[in-house]
T-cell receptor, first 112, second 112 residues
Framework: AQSVTQLDSQVPVFEEAPVELRCNYS??????LFWYVQYPNQGLQLLLK??????LVESINGFEAEFNKSQTSFHLRKPSVHISDTAEYFC??????????FGKGTRLSVIA | NAGVTQTPKFQVLKTGQSMTLQCAQD?????MYWYRQDPGMGLRLIYY???????DKGEVPNGYNVSRLNKREFSLRLESAAPSQTSVYFC???????????FGPGTRLTVL
């Protein structure tokens, strides 16, 4: 079975500073990895995903994540955050034919 | 396309009452899911349906039943609501199990 650990439950950061949200997973087979974002009182939206190929994946709003197989990690980064990035972020893993398993979430608070 | 829709958006029940949460998707997806989201717990899978005609238990199925009515619709029923079922419920769908999931806006349920 797969599992996901998001190492930080809350991350406060000043506007225009860089941020890293950490995600580690556990699986005995090859995995697909996802980051979702949830804005207040909304459902989850896909931010980016790794299925295969290049280990660095990017989103349209400046986030990127790198799949590191040896460290079983898929950390999310952004070089300069905006107030509008304030949200909860969820890392998820799938073995390919099983439902996604989600981490407990990291609440990113961007401070002006 | 509406994507994934859920009804109702809000509901208040008394302990012991029953209700059904409705979910529909218009993306011709094969797989559908029900999650609950509680503070600090992330998303926990209640039930899922990998394809029309099949349903399987997730992590927290006790107290719930589901029906995959057709390819578009997947309902969640609480037969006898308990305060522990106070939560936000999300429905999601994907083309196949393990693929990227698309989420509905959620149903906020309070059981008194």
């Amino acid at each position: 079975a797969q599992s996901v650990t998001q190492l930080d439950s809350q991350v406060p950061v000043f506007e225009e500073a860089p941020v890293e949200l950490r995600c580690n997973y556990s699986s005995s087979v090859s995995v697909y990895l996802f980051w979702y974002v949830q804005y207040p009182n909304q459902g989850l939206q896909l931010l980016l995903k790794y299925l295969s190929g290049s280990t660095l994946v990017e989103s349209i709003n400046g986030f990127e994540a790198e799949f590191n197989k040896s460290q079983t990690s898929f950390h999310l980064r952004k070089p300069s955050v905006h107030i509008s990035d304030t949200a909860e972020y969820f890392c998820a893993v799938s073995a390919g034919n099983t439902p996604l398993v989600f981490g407990k979430g990291t609440r990113l608070s961007v401070i002006a | 396309n509406a994507g994934v829709t859920q009804t109702p958006k809000f509901q208040v029940l008394k302990t012991g009452q029953s209700m059904t949460l409705q979910c529909a998707q218009d993306m011709n997806h094969n797989s559908m899911y029900w999650y609950r989201q509680d503070p600090g717990m992330g998303l926990r899978l209640i039930y899922y349906s990998a394809s029309e005609g099949t349903t399987d238990k997730g992590e927290v199925p006790n107290g719930y039943n589901v029906s995959r009515l057709n390819k578009r619709e997947f309902s969640l029923r609480l037969e006898s609501a308990a305060p522990s079922q106070t939560s936000v419920y999300f429905c999601a769908s994907s083309e196949v199990s393990g693929d990227e999931q698309f989420f509905g806006p959620g149903t906020r349920l309070t059981v008194l």
